[in-house]
């Protein structure tokens, strides 16, 4: 995509990218819940884990909603959100071994680690059917090497 000549992407695919973390999140807590209702504290840690994630995935989203311009522009943006995804998640469970008694005996860094992979498979899988249209769609064919 030239960016000076095709301006910004719709506002929906800024938003579409959003969604799809968010809606893997939410239906990740909800069988969560529903698997663990009954234990002690469940609820706080599946609260916990999807907190924690869906504040990764929102930070990650934001750097990279608007489009860079150069290629520098776009990996520094890339790294970026991929720190931002991370870091939250890596901090809560060093924060779970460290001090995190109550919340770690109910199971949250085991959520918060199955949360995470769920996003981050949820990311792969949209990246992969993106790259495939944007391929399609380029004059010359498929793959760029």
Known sequence: MNAHRDGPPAAGLGLARLAI??????VAALLAT????GRPG??????FAATVCLTGAVAGWMVTVRPALTPMGRVTASLASLSLRLFPALMALGWLQAG???LRAAGAAD?????????????????????????????GGGDVI
Do not use: N
């Open 100 to 102: 995190g008694t109550d």
């Open 42 to 47: 469940h609820g706080r840690a599946v609260g």
């Open 21 to 26: 973390p968010v809606t893997v999140i939410a």
């Open 111 to 139: 959520l918060l680690v199955i949360f995470y992979l769920a996003m981050l498979a949820a990311e792969i899988v949209r990246t992969i059917i993106m790259s495939s249209r944007e391929s399609r769609s380029r004059p």
């Open 34 to 37: 529903a698997a663990g209702s």
